[in-house]
């Protein structure tokens, strides 16, 4: 979220100007838009209803569990407009990232009528599946695990992979 900068803090040296808004639409928040920050990903933005474009910004952090995130993002806005290079996102992990690939392919076979034999055959290669008994195999179970688990995905789950770990 932007919102004009409050008379406390100086407005030199903003960098609002840098700002390059794509796919722009509004309503009574303010104003939606992308802000494209390299490689065919954008950063999404609001700048609240009646701030000036052509004014100094700054970020809203809201004092919340999402706080950490927005920081972040915040922290990638400004190493774009300062043309410095983004920091890497740690929080999908290389095991998350491969194990939403295969849950990826295995709701998609299902969602196309594949057993989960078939789908174990894609994921895991043919040999593998057919050196053990199929009803007490493991990679069974794996594929209805991700089967199940795509289907959480699906109904909104994937918010919880995007967000930083929180402690409950």
């Keep these: 979220m932007l919102d004009a900068v409050p008379s406390a803090l100086p407005a030199d040296g903003n960098l609002f100007d840098l700002i390059a808004a794509t796919h722009a639409r509004a309503d009574a928040a303010g104003v939606y838009f992308r802000c494209d920050i390299g490689g065919g990903r954008s950063l999404h933005l ?3 209803a009646g701030v000036d474009a052509n004014a100094p910004l700054a970020v809203v952090i809201p004092l919340d569990a999402d706080g950490l995130d927005r920081i972040e993002a ?3 806005l400004l190493c774009v407009l300062m043309q410095r290079s983004l920091p890497p996102d740690r929080r999908v992990t290389e095991r998350q ?3 939403a ?4 392919q295995a709701i998609d076979g299902r969602m196309s009528g594949a057993s989960y034999r078939e789908i174990a055959r894609a994921i ?3 040999d593998r599946v057919g050196d053990e008994p199929w009803k ?9 695990g991700f089967v199940r688990d795509a289907r ?4 909104g789950g994937y918010r919880r992979l995007l967000r930083r770990r929180r402690r409950k």
Aim: hydrophobic share 45%; no cysteine.
């Design 136 to 144: 007490t195999s493991a990679l069974r179970d794996a594929v209805m």
């Design 97 to 99: 990232r491969r194990r």
């Design 74 to 76: 915040a922290t990638r």
């Design 101 to 104: 690939r295969q849950m990826l």
């Design 124 to 126: 895991y290669g043919a």
């Design 46 to 48: 609001l700048r609240l």
């Design 152 to 155: 959480t995905m699906i109904g």
